[in-house]
């Protein structure tokens, strides 16, 4: 068999990227993140910079500031640790709130908002070593570190050429005060960084679109997985097959036996059968029982003859009645009047053949409209939709 994977020329359908998103597979783009936290923590460290310097210098003081008390006191140093610790904290958790929402906004930026536990759940195939040295040699890895490659390159090059433009001013805070050169430092090394974000912004604003087209590109799919979901969302075909057979054997089961219960059958004499019954007080009007063609008209006919249900030649209206009478519905009220001619007939025959009355003539023309008999050119599309065959 053929390698499916290269037959992988079709767009992933909504289904499977809404499986892939439900398994944690979005695109996601490393530069766009370090780019994101770079540039917002050297920003905050400009912005904020004075500010945190002066407090950690008061830090600074407030922490080497001891008497002879404090040194016999034990107790006291640990107190006063604990006491640094939160004062610290009060400037390291503020910045690291600030990072983690700026990772966070960089990843909605690119793949949207997505909620799933699933990546979190144990897979004791990735203990399997064999797909991972596949993915050393995969196409996707073999990108990743080209453009590693070429980044770590940009990068080194931008920073060493802006060493050696500003060696001489480094070198010259080795003779200014710690403070001063501190505060020179930053404000030389603020150029050096604005030049690194440029070309990881560049960077990023490549690997963005990048990384959605390769995570579109691995979740293409052949002619034959979209065949598969076709067939798990609609159903396989053979057993729906399957179903429908089994649907129509129970209603014909049902048909056959509701004959016995019919008023008349109606018949073209060798393709159609309808049985009607009808209940006077208890229906507002005549209900098909039972209909078929063919095999199943005969043996309609038969069962009918067995329960001494009278069968009526009438071919016009037995065409009509299979065309556009639905089973355990009511016959079409265009109908009426010639199924009541029929049940007219059938009751004077019985009261005939009973002694009552005399036995009736022939069965009158009925009065069915010729729109209505699927034999004649002029005749309305059927609505029924149901047909049974044998």
């Keep these: 068999m053929a390698d499916q994977s290269q037959d992988r020329n079709l767009p992933a359908t909504p289904k499977k990227l809404d499986k892939a998103r439900s398994e944690g597979q979005t695109p996601r783009s490393r530069d766009l993140g370090h780019f994101a936290a770079i540039a917002v923590g050297a ?120 060493l050696k433009s500003h060696i001489d001013e480094f070198a010259a805070l080795l003779a200014v005060p710690l403070p001063a050169a501190i505060e020179q430092g930053a404000s030389t090394m603020v150029s050096g960084v604005l030049m690194l974000l440029l070309a990881l912004g560049a960077v990023a604003l490549v690997d963005a679109p990048l990384q959605k087209y390769l995570h579109a590109q691995r979740l293409k799919m052949s002619h034959t997985d979209v065949k598969q979901e076709h067939k798990e969302q609609e159903g396989n075909p053979e057993i729906k097959g399957k179903i429908k057979a089994r649907m129509r054997e129970m209603v014909k089961r049902r048909m056959i036996a509701a004959i016995p219960t019919a008023d008349l059958v109606v018949m073209n004499p060798t393709h159609y059968a309808v049985a009607l019954k009808y209940e006077e007080g208890g229906m507002s009007a005549p209900r098909v029982v039972a209909k078929g063609a063919d095999l199943l008209a005969m043996k309609i006919r038969d069962i009918a003859k067995e329960s001494k249900v009278p069968v009526l030649q009438a071919p016009v209206l037995a065409r009509a009645l299979y065309a556009h009478a639905e089973l355990d519905r009511e016959i079409p009220a265009a109908l009426f009047g010639a199924v009541a001619q029929v049940l007219a007939y059938v009751y004077q025959l019985r009261a005939a053949m009973s002694g009552r009355v005399a036995m009736p003539g022939n069965l009158p023309d009925l009065n069915v409209p010729a729109e209505l008999d699927p034999h004649n050119p002029a005749a309305k599309k059927p609505t029924a939709n149901t047909e049974f065959t044998e």
């Design 43 to 162: 920003t905050a460290l400009y912005m904020l910079g004075p500010m945190f310097s002066g407090w950690m210098k008061q830090l600074l003081v407030q922490g080497l500031r001891f008497n002879l008390d404090n040194v016999q006191n034990t107790a006291y140093m640990g107190d006063r640790l604990a006491q640094m610790t939160a004062w610290l904290m009060w400037g390291v958790i503020p910045f690291g709130v600030l990072m983690a929402a700026t990772g966070v906004a960089s990843s909605l930026a690119i793949s949207g908002w997505n909620w799933t536990l699933t990546p979190l759940m144990p897979n004791f195939s990735k203990l399997n070593p064999l797909p991972g040295v596949m993915k050393l040699i995969s196409k996707d890895s073999l990108i990743e570190a080209l453009k590693g490659c070429g980044l770590a390159l940009v990068l080194g090059t931008i920073g060493a050429f802006y």
